[in-house]
């Protein structure tokens, strides 16, 4: 049996949202369950939860917030990408987005946003990840080609 599961066309895609803080996880809850295409089918509080949670619910994705009190967002991430036929993960933060973004690749997630962006963005993202896409952290991507262009435009 496959990990995770291929939800059928037309059929809202199963979310397990995987973070410590209540009030993030039950605005996220909301957001998600208010999309016609999405839903949360689980939750988890810690590393345990979130790796019973991806093999148990059959999630088509993984939202985990990097900032936990007592585990390592990271270590979750690894260990989720690490179940076999893992679904995607997409990484909240809500530190410097850059830097956690490169990490939260290098653990195997398939996209990060920070938690400042617009509620439109994480939809966005969600959706990317559904389709197999990779997402990064638009807010300072742009940041760095405008840092770029500026660079390029004084000669350096």
Known sequence: MSGHRTSAAGARRRILIVG??????????????AEHDMLVCAAGRNFQQGLEA???????????????????GLAVVRGICA??????????TMHDA????????????????????KTETLLTAIRAVLRGETYGAPGRQRTRAR??????????
Request: aromatic share 2%; with cysteine.
């Open 83 to 92: 179940i076999q036929d893992a679904p995607p993960v997409l990484v909240l």
């Open 147 to 156: 840092r770029g262009l500026a660079r390029k435009a004084n000669g350096a």
């Open 54 to 72: 991806s093999a148990g619910a059959l999630p088509d994705l993984v939202i985990v917030d990097l900032s936990f009190r007592e585990d390592d």
């Open 20 to 33: 410590d803080h209540p009030l993030v996880c039950r605005g996220l809850t909301a957001l998600i369950n």
């Open 98 to 117: 850059s830097l956690d973004a490169r990490r939260a690749f290098a653990a195997g997630a398939s996209g990060c946003v920070a938690k400042q962006e």
